[in-house]
């Protein structure tokens, strides 16, 4: 039995780019012309991707030096997802609450009231903000000696906690969820359009 030689994957770029593009096997002209399109943005992406995993991997090689904030970190988000559990059965209740977090001010994303009155989008949007929190607190407590660096992860950290908010998704969203129902979904078409030419002319996500 003849020995195969073993491809290189010594690094995540080499891995990812190894793996076979099983999309290449569809010859439907519809997704041939998809991905056609969709190549540049694919190409944005990974390059982007790989570039945020490469600095957070150093940055982890770094806070590892001090686990206990780990720890810490751990414990907030305990000790907070226990607060929302208090505050939702009290809600649920109808007892007067405060609620544990909310956004600031110059945050606009939650501005429509179902995020304060309805018990579900109220707890999304919550423990969001908690996951949030805790992120960039760890990030902080555990700055890269060169500053320009940690300004670099802080941003890129920002950009992909937003990019998970709640409010960007059809299901955890009441404005959008009412619109995409009055408009018969022409609004998720134009705000998918909009997403590939930003990311077109910006040239990435970071």
């Known amino acids: 039995m003849k020995n195969q030689s073993q491809p290189n994957y010594s690094d995540f ?4 780019e ?3 593009a099983s999309a290449d096997s569809f010859q439907h002209p519809w997704f041939l012309a998809w991905q056609e399109a969709m190549s540049p943005v694919h190409q944005y992406l990974m390059e982007d991707t790989l570039d945020w995993l490469a600095l957070y991997q150093q940055w982890l090689i770094h806070a590892w030096q001090n686990p206990w904030s780990f720890s810490n970190s751990l414990l907030d988000l305990t000790r907070g997802f ?3 559990s208090e505050y939702v059965q ?3 209740l109808q007892e007067e609450v405060i609620p544990i977090l909310v956004p600031s001010t110059q945050d606009r994303r939650f501005n429509d009231e179902a995020w304060q ?3 579900w989008f109220d707890l999304i949007k919550q423990c969001y903000l ?3 929190k805790v992120c960039m607190d760890l990030l902080r407590a555990n700055p890269f000696p060169d500053l320009k660096k940690q300004r670099r992860l802080e941003f890129m950290m920002r950009q992909w906690l937003d990019a998970w908010s709640p409010s ?3 299901l955890t969203n009441p404005l959008v969820l009412r619109k995409t129902v009055e408009q018969k979904g022409q609004n998720l078409l134009k705000g998918y359009r909009q997403f590939i030419q930003d990311l077109q002319d910006g040239e990435g996500i970071w």
């Open 13 to 16: 770029k080499t891995l990812l």
């Open 18 to 20: 190894s793996m076979p």
């Open 82 to 84: 226990q607060q929302l």
């Open 90 to 92: 009290k809600k649920s």
């Open 117 to 119: 009155k309805e018990i």
């Open 130 to 132: 908690l996951f949030d």
């Open 168 to 170: 960007n998704f059809v």
